[in-house]
Every structure is written in C-alpha cells, then in structure tokens.
C-alpha cells in the first residue's frame, strides 16, 4: 500500500487512488446550494451557508523516508520554471497521485498551459487514471469547453469513460458553460454507454434547468428517473428542483415537492421557503405567501433580505401597494434596502398600473435618501415616462442620466435610447449609438427594434433596412408586424428588391407567416417588375393569395416575364384552383408567335390546354393558323382540331338543361 503525500491527502484525498470519488463531483452540492436562490436572483444577495471544517488528527508516526523524497519531487516540479524538465528526471520519483496533485494544483493556480502539457505528458507515459481525467476535464472546462470535450472523447477505454465522476466533471463543465442541450444529449449517449448516474449527476444536471425558458418539463423527466436508478432526493435537490419550479412560476408542484420532503423526513430550510416563495411572485399569490412566512416563523427560521425582498415582489404583483410600502419601510430599518432594487420594484409595479405620480414619490424619496443606485431607478422612471406619453421629461431624465452614470448596461441604454427615439431628438438618437459602440455594449432584440420603428417613423427606411439586416445577422428573431410595416414603406419608395429581402428574411427565419404578408410582397413584385421573384411567391403561396392578385400577377407575367417560364407559371396558377382567362393565354400565345424559336413551347402549350378544359378562342385561333407556316402547318392543324372537339363537347355541356330530383326520387 503507497503512502500518501502529507498535507495533500486532506486537501485532496480523492486524488491518491484511481478508484476514489473524483473532484469534479465534489463541488455539486455548493454549486447546487447557490441555485436553490438563482431564481430570486434578480432581487436578491446569495446567503452562503457556513462551512463545516473537519480538524485534521495529529500524527504520531514520523513519515517515511519514500514519502518525505515524493514530497520534495512535488515542490521542486511544481516551482521550476521548467517544470517538464524536472519531471523528467523526477519520473521515477513520483507516482500518478502525485502528478494528479501537481496537475490540480496548476489548475487551482491558473497554470493553464503547464496544466495542458503535463496532462499529455501523463498520457504519453501512461501515468494516468480516473482522477486525472476529472480533474483535468474540470479546470481546463472552465477555460474551453471545446478542449475539455476534446480531452473526455480522448479517453481510450469505454469503461473509464462512462466512470462516474469523469462524466460528472464534464456535464457539469457544459452545465456551466450554458451548453445545456448538447449537455443532455451527451448523458443520453453515456447512459446507452453503460452509465450508472449518481445523485451528484442528477444535481448537475437538473441546475442547469433552472434558468432556461420552458426547462421545468425537462427537469420532471431527469426527476423521474430517479427511482429506476435507486437514488432518492436528497435535500441539495430538493433546493433546486423547488428553484426550477420557481423560476417556471409552477406554485402548485413546488408545495407538492416541499410536502413531499417533509414526508421523507426533511426539513425544509430557508433556501427551500425562498424559492417556495418566489414562485408565488408570478400571480401576486399573497396569501400563500403570508402563510407560509407565518410556517416559518413557527419553526424558527428568521425571513433574510432574501424572503423579505421576494415577499414586497408578491405584494406588489397582487396589487397590495399599500402593504408593499410598509414593507419597504420593514427592510429600510432592517438595513436590507441600502440598494435601489426594493424602490425599483415598487416603482415599476406602481407605473404599470397607471399610478406614476405614486412611482415619482418614491423614485424621489429614494434620491432624497441617497440610496446606491446604478442608474436602474432612472431607466424605470424614463420608460414609465414614455408609456404615458410624456416624451419631453423622459428626454429630460435620459440625459441627467448620460451625466450622471458614465458608463450604463445595456438595459439603461436601451431605455434613454427609446427615450429620445420617442421624443424624435435624431441627434441625441446619434449619439447613444456612438456611445454603445465606444463602450463596446452589443445591442440587443430591443436595441434593434427601436432603432428600426424609429427609422421608419422618420422615413429613413433604407436606414431602417440595413438595421434589420444587421439585426438579423446577429441572429435576432424577427418581428413579423414590424417587417411588413418595413415591405409596405420599402414598396412605397420603389425599394422593391429590399422589400423581397426582407420577407426572405422573415420567411426563412420562422415557420408560418400571415398570408395577407404574401399578397403584399406579391404585389410589391408585380409593381417593381420582379416577375421571377413574384413566381416564387406565387409557386409557394398560391393557395392563400387571392384570385384577384393571382389574375394580376399573370397577366403581367405573360406580358413581360421570362418566357422560358410562361407555360410553368400557367401550370402553377391552374394548379393553385385558379381559372386561367382568354386573355392569359392570347397573350402568352401572341409572344410565342413573335419568336419562331419557342415554337416547342407553343406546341406544349396548346397541347396542355385541352387536357385542363381550356381551349383557344377564334380570333387567338385565326392568329395561328396565320402564322402556321412558322411552325409545323399538320401539327398545328391536329391540335387546334383537339381544341374544336373540345370546344363543342363544353358548348354542349352548358347548353344541356340540368334537371334536380324532387322528393319523390330522392
């Protein structure tokens, strides 16, 4: 049996056996016991829980002389500028959970690079093993998802890489890095691949869920699986399946969960209440709420900033103002409102519901009692402000805002940005833009969206144009009112290829579109003479567009487009349920004849029209046989016979008196 290394065995005991629990895994519960309050993140201070420090027994036999030489060879690699070269010569010396202290001591230091190159030293000399690749995955995932993805595909023996602490290490490493879809699919493959998952595989997994839009159904999966794997929720989970809960506004399963852990034999604890409590925020469900602080109170836990924030959030969503303001006055003698996110919440409730002279008390008690503010006090005013159309003192607030905050997030911006685009201050418009880019700030869906309602409401549609272009090839969604406001005035101004763009662009980036947006487009074409485009339109869409916009497209189809395409366009228009007229086809037939060399689109033509219940009128038929001598005269004469038998077979058909059965012969 080895002797471990004294002083690293009790920091990092997993790392002197291959088959000790790895240190990826070790980390779950404090990673999960900070997301049992990131669904109140937005109004509240993560309370950490205390650490319990385990005293290390003091040693009553001296070390041997093997350990106190590994000792030294761990010190020297680790300080030598060349550490590789020392590793060399130290080869012998140390063992693999000696390297796997070296390597995670690197990584606690930031050695990156040493970190990398005595990883695929340890490969080359087959001093590796499962502790190695967890910890490596863990410190280099932090850096490069990519790499540590890269390293856990290296793994050469299938059994070592579904180990579970190695796979612990990497999803926790893509939970991380919002890699939360390839996370899921890569536990789906480990689990075809023989994994066995843990409770700490379960914690990492369902963390990721709590700040994804729609990831409560997802995570009810991962909790249902649960018991086929034998393992039963502790009350790490519990935390962060009550905050998944929360931040999906699901109340009802989150009091399930909570009687659920009591009848299991947990107590829940404040991080639990919290969350319990956040999920009551969505519908304002205050007497839920005051219920419960009163359950909580009886078991002895004392409401945190964190609670007594979260309760002034359910207060106002169910419209207690009142409450709300004693509430605030709670936490300011408590010393819980020494920031501006309590006053923003209660300002924000207020201007919502119309009551903005009660929002400005408060926004200029909180001035007049000089609370920290980071400017989100002004945004919430400057946009209350505009809702009620009052453009001049929103203008008026941005730019004391511009003065008095150097440097703004994007949330402020955009709001003194609408600020000015509302009250149609171009120049100020200007110059928020600059300053977005000086301060490297990447505008958003919203920055877009009031820059390109703005632009149009100036007439600068072109400019309005290459701004959703722009926002399109950020990959923003695109908003289908505002894009086919954004056609119509791009057709007015004979913009009519950006017109089509932008409709391309709305097309291609969602599933359906209205079909009155096809008729615009269409006649936006048709007006700008884009025929082959407007074909497109019309191949695709035929079924929804009028009959009315369907006659006009082809009619100016047949007078000026490719015709190469006529008789294609004629087949879809038919198709479409659409009833070609004489005209259509005068016309179509009156270009062919002008150009003897699409004399076999002519013939197809006239040979199409019998089969579909369409025949030549007499003077489109005197027309032809005038220019027969262009063409082959037998052939022509065969078809136009067709279109007589035809002709006389549909005269016959109307002229028949149609008869409809009394009672009796029903």
């Known amino acids: 049996m080895e002797t471990p290394v004294l002083g690293f065995e009790a920091r990092c005991p997993h790392l002197f056996s291959t088959n000790s629990r790895a240190s990826s895994s070790l980390p779950a519960s404090t990673l999960s016991v900070r997301s049992l309050t990131a669904a109140t993140a937005a109004t509240t201070t993560v309370v950490k829980p205390p650490t319990t420090v385990v005293a290390e027994s003091p040693r009553t036999k001296p070390h041997s002389k ?3 030489t590994r000792k ?7 300080q030598s500028p060349n550490f590789l070269s020392s590793l060399q010569r ?4 140390v063992k693999v959970q000696d390297l796997n202290v070296i390597l995670r ?3 606690i230091s930031g050695r990156w690079n040493d970190l990398i190159q005595l990883f695929e030293w340890m490969q080359q000399h087959g001093k590796i093993s499962d502790s190695t690749y967890s910890s490596c995955i863990k410190f280099v995932g932090a850096k490069s998802v990519s790499k540590a993805l890269e390293i856990y595909q290296s793994i050469p023996d299938e059994s070592t890489k579904t180990n579970v602490y190695i796979c612990n290490s990497i999803l926790s490493c893509l939970v991380k890095n919002g890699k939360l879809d390839s996370c899921i699919k890569l536990f789906d493959q480990m689990k075809r691949d023989g994994l066995k998952p843990d409770v700490v595989t379960y914690n990492t997994l369902l963390a990721g869920f709590i700040k994804v839009k729609n990831g409560f159904t997802k995570a009810m999966e991962l909790v249902g699986e649960l018991p086929h794997n034998g393992i039963q929720m502790d009350g790490v989970m519990y935390g962060t399946v009550l905050a998944i809960c929360a931040s999906n506004g699901r109340c009802e399963e989150a009091e399930s969960f909570i009687q659920q852990m009591k009848a299991e034999g947990h107590s829940p604890n404040i991080y639990h209440y919290s969350s319990l409590l956040n999920s009551y925020s969505w519908k304002g469900e205050y007497k839920k709420a005051d219920q419960l602080m009163t359950e909580m109170k009886s078991v002895g836990l004392v409401p945190n900033k964190v609670m007594m924030t979260t309760l002034l959030k359910v207060y106002i969503k169910g419209g207690l103002f009142e409450r709300s303001r004693e509430l605030l006055s709670e936490l300011e003698s408590a010393g819980y409102a020494e920031n501006e996110m309590p006053y923003c919440m209660l300002m924000d409730g207020l201007s919502k519901t119309g009551k903005l002279e009660e929002a400005r008390i408060i926004f200029d008690d909180m001035k007049g009692k000089g609370v920290k503010s980071d400017g989100y006090a002004n945004s919430i005013m400057i946009a209350a402000l505009c809702r009620s159309k009052r453009f001049e003192e929103a203008k008026q607030l941005a730019r004391d805002s511009e003065t008095t905050y150097e440097k703004c997030d994007l949330v402020m911006l955009n709001t003194m940005l609408c600020a000015y685009c509302r009250a149609g201050e171009m120049e100020s418009v200007m110059r928020m833009m600059k300053k977005m880019d000086e301060q490297a700030v990447s505008p958003d869906y919203n920055t877009f969206h ?6 149009i409401k100036e007439k600068l549609h072109l400019l309005a144009y290459q701004t959703l272009l722009d926002m399109h090839s950020k ?12 056609i119509y005035h791009l057709g007015k101004i004979r913009a009519h290829s950006e017109a089509f763009s932008v409709y391309n662009m709305l097309k291609y980036s969602k599933r359906t579109i209205c079909k009155e947006l096809h008729e615009k487009i269409l006649h936006t074409l048709i007006h ?3 025929l082959k485009d407007a074909y497109v339109v019309v191949k695709d869409n035929a079924k929804v567009i009028s009959q009315p916009t369907l006659k006009r497209f082809g009619r100016a189809f047949m007078v000026s487009g490719n015709i190469n395409l006529v008789n294609d366009v004629l087949k879809v228009l038919h198709g479409s349920g659409h009833k070609i007229d004489q005209v259509q086809f005068e016309i179509a037939i009156s270009r062919y004849i002008s150009q003897p060399d699409k004399k076999e689109l002519l013939l197809q033509l006239l040979q199409w029209m ?3 219940g369409y025949v030549v009128d007499s003077s489109t038929r005197n027309l032809i046989l005038k220019q027969s001598h262009l063409f082959d005269r037998q052939l022509i004469a065969e078809i136009l016979s067709k279109h007589h038998i035809v002709s006389r077979t549909m005269i016959k058909s109307r002229s028949e008196p149609k008869f409809s059965r009394g009672p009796r012969g029903k």
């Open 105 to 107: 001591d690197f990584g």
């Open 66 to 68: 093997s350990f106190l």
């Open 72 to 78: 030294s060879a761990i010190s020297e690699i680790e």
């Open 528 to 530: 700008g003479k884009l």
């Open 450 to 455: 009031i820059l390109i309602k703005y632009f």
């Open 90 to 93: 130290l080869a012998r010396v």
């Open 610 to 612: 019998p089969g579909q």
């Open 475 to 486: 990959g923003h969604r695109l908003e289908e009112e505002l894009c086919s406001s954004l």
